[in-house]
């Protein structure tokens, strides 16, 4: 023995649980950042509080809240933030300080302020709002169109979820009979995987992207709480860049989360979802019919209209056929008129014209050359003009006024 005075371990624990009791007596409300949660019966929470500029913890603690408690106060934090308590979270809480000689020293959690954490989820929302303004891309959605015809539907849901079942069943028995193409990519609706799963399946939409008209991202039948996973700068990014326009119904009445706000349509329920697409093929196919009414009508009336100008033409045609007769015969009277004259005028020239190259064939006739004393000597039927036009012993003929000589060239 050294002469100490020795306690032991649960001899000091209990002085502690004391001290602390004694010190510490009230409930404080206290700032924290969840780092850890686990709910059993009862609901085991890690506190830390990290410093100012970075993620190194300035101070730690573990809380706990018992099973009397933590019923009532998970329902109501569930019900006014839409979420359940996870890593991440920051809260407001009351709590005690309490120490257990084999558990060591706790925070004992009393109250939840569920309007501390709908603060910072909203200031966190509205920072990745923020962002996605900067980049340019939380209006893109928007500016895209819900094809005329959109029948070929992608669905990102949970393939047990009742809210698919809801969606599928209104879809397929819409009271126009339209069809629709649905195809299932399933994906994680609830919990921490959320982001990465709908990710996922929108990549593997995007693949074959030219196979669809329209995504739809449907959550229902599952516990309302737990919307943390829509409300991230990643999933919105994929959503808003996205080039299918995607409607989201995700199955919640509280303010939009950030899915809701990129995407192209957001309505509250699966079954909505189902009724939108459905209303808007309706209206496309009121339209056509609206459409195919007009142009039979108009149609009819020009029809109608070119059938009575039909009449009205064949009515008048009897006269105008007479009309075209008498000027066609006064047309050809006068042409044939004109045709007499212009013959005639022809005939008298022609003839005129004959009588002067008569005359001028008469006065050229060799007879009244030869009527005057003159001959004309011949040589092969050719008039000789010089006598080296014939060789001796050519014969040649002479003609006269009152016959023909003939004779023989000797020299």
Known sequence: ?????????YELN?????????????????????????????????????????????????????????????????????????????????????????????????????????GDIARKRMEIVRQLRDEGVFDLQRELSLPVFAQRVAVISSASAAGYGDFCHQIADNAYGLAFSITLFEATMQGEQVEQSIIAALDRINDCADDFDVVVIIRGGGATADMSGFDTLALAENVANFPLPIITGIGHDRDECVLDMVSFCRVK???????????????????????????????????????????????????????????????????????????????DQQRHRLDLLGQRAYAQDPIHVLRRGYSITLCNGRAV???????????????????????????
């Open 1 to 9: 023995m050294t002469g100490h005075h020795a306690y032991t371990l």
């Open 385 to 411: 003009r010089s006598p080296r036009q014939v060789l001796p012993g050519d014969t040649i003929e002479t003609r006269v006024e009152q016959g023909t000589l003939t004779s023989k060239i000797i020299q």
């Open 269 to 347: 329920t699966p079954t909505a979802a189902a009724t939108m697409l459905v209303d808007h093929l309706a209206e496309v196919y009121s339209a056509l019919t609206e459409a195919r009414e007009r142009i039979a009508q108009a149609a009819t009336r020009r029809l109608e209209l070119e059938r009575m100008r039909l009449m009205q033409v064949s009515g008048r045609i009897p006269t105008l056929f007479s009309l075209v007769k008498t000027r066609q015969a006064a047309q050809l009277q006068a042409l044939d008129t004109r045709m007499a004259h212009a013959v005639s005028r022809l005939v």
């Open 14 to 118: 209990s002085q502690v649980r004391q001290a602390i009791g004694q010190a510490m007596p009230g409930t404080y409300w206290v700032e924290a950042e969840l780092s850890e949660v686990r709910e059993r019966t009862h609901c085991y929470m890690e506190l830390v509080q990290n410093d100012a500029f970075g993620n190194t913890p300035v101070a730690k603690a573990r809380a706990l809240c018992w099973a009397t408690h933590w019923q009532a106060l998970r329902r109501k934090f569930a019900q006014q933030t839409g979420q359940t308590l996870q890593a991440g979270m920051k809260v407001l809480m009351q709590v005690s300080a309490t120490f257990h000689e084999a558990y060591g020293f706790a925070y004992q959690v009393s109250d939840i302020d569920p309007g501390y954490t709908l």
